[in-house]
């Protein structure tokens, strides 16, 4: 087992595609829940969940 990086952060997430809007719903059952618009093709609905995430943190790039 690895010891973990102090620097790093890590939030499970679940995302839902197909949602209609870019929205984060909170946190359930120690999950992030966001919902986003695009389509779960070529990675566009990861692409998309990744922006309110980091958002939420205050990280938005």
Known sequence: MTTPDPRELRIPV????????DVIEGVRDGHLIVRVAAV??????????????????????
């Open 14 to 21: 679940r995302v839902t595609a197909r949602s209609g809007r």
């Open 40 to 61: 779960p093709a070529d990675g566009r609905a990861n692409e998309a969940s990744s922006w309110p995430s980091t958002a939420w943190i205050g990280r938005r790039s």
